[in-house]
Nanobody, 127 residues
Framework: QVQLVESGGGSVQAGGSLRLSCAVS????????MGWFRQAPGKEREGVAA???????TYAESVKGRFTISKENAKNTLYLQMNSLKVEDTAMYYC?????????????????????WGQGTQVTVSS
């Protein structure tokens, strides 16, 4: 079993930056693949970025070049550095974890493949 707690959300103007954190506890952190997802009101959940056990990263086209996913194994923490934020990045952001091949290799940005989720942190970008 693994527990995930997100932090770092907030309000920022377009063009600004935020760094989200996801603290992981309850299991061996580096044996899980991790992902960031977001959901805006009235929209479906969207995969934003993922990182597998070997450090390979995957990004949604909408955030490539602006967002960076990383992890610090010594601190059992996952990060999402978000730069050049746009109004359309406004959403609740969630981190997720799983260790199965469908999440880690086949569909890293598909939320249904992840079994463990945090409670979310709100990101609001204003114009």
């Amino acid at each position: 079993q693994v527990q995930l707690v997100e932090s770092g959300g907030g309000s920022v103007q377009a063009g600004g930056s935020l760094r989200l954190s996801c603290a992981v506890s309850g299991s061996t952190y580096d044996s899980y693949c991790m992902g960031w997802f977001r959901q805006a009101p009235g929209k479906e959940r969207e995969g934003v970025a993922a990182i597998n056990m070997g450090g390979r990263t995957t990004y949604a086209e909408s955030v490539k070049g602006r967002f960076t996913i990383s992890k610090e194994n010594a601190k059992n923490t996952l990060y999402l550095q978000m730069n050049s934020l746009k109004v359309e990045d406004t959403a609740m952001y969630y981190c997720a974890a799983d260790r199965r091949v469908r999440a880690c290799s086949v569909f890293p940005l598909r939320g249904v493949e992840y079994n463990y989720w945090g409670q979310g942190t709100q990101v609001t970008v204003s114009s």
